[in-house]
């Protein structure tokens, strides 16, 4: 069963549980998921209500990504925990080109989620400009969940950067950590601002 297809309480059960998944990549792209959510629930809300056609093709534009957003981020759920537990397998297996190899896919997924995160951010940013006013606070709430992911996200991918010998890849990895990391600050930073407007 995906993890998109899990109650929530079902899945916060095995999250506070002594199996080894879901661990935090996991519950962050989850988190994210939800944030991704509400911004979504307003531009749906705000459509239509806000008398601009304009207005109204934009934020269902938006409503669209942020869907598409959602969706990706509860597959990346899934991807996490398929390589968190490919990594307890490579170690077990004590080869360590496997290690190395395993080590990779679970540093990729992370920095996958913390990017798709930043699109959240990104896109609330006029979520919270351009929502109807009764909606923005849910907005504001859906850029915060979403900026926590992203930050727990580009922590798992610098622990996990640790392990890995390939120092090309680790500078690639952690030159992307870094720009989503300020990019997500600077985003939320807006949306925040917007809001109490």
Known sequence: MTFAAQ??????????SGQVTPSGGAVAAV???????LCEMVCIHTV???GSDVESG???ALADALADNRERLLALADEDAAAVDAIGAAFESGDDARIQEVSKRSTE?????????????????????KGTPVA???????????????????STVRA??????????????KQRADEAEAAGEAALDEAVTNAKR
């Open 7 to 16: 109650p929530i309480g079902e899945f916060l059960d095995d999250v506070a």
């Open 48 to 50: 239509g209500t806000d």
């Open 136 to 154: 923005v606070p849910d907005a504001t709430v859906g850029a915060l969940l979403a900026a926590a992911a992203l930050q727990a996200s580009v």
């Open 31 to 37: 988190g994210g998921a939800m944030g991704a959510a």
């Open 109 to 129: 997924v992370p920095l996958e989620t913390a990017e798709v995160c930043l699109d959240v951010v990104e896109h609330a940013r006029t979520v919270t400009v």
């Open 58 to 60: 934009e934020l269902s």
């Open 160 to 173: 996990n950067l640790d392990i890995i010998d390939d120092e090309s890849f680790v500078a690639a990895l």
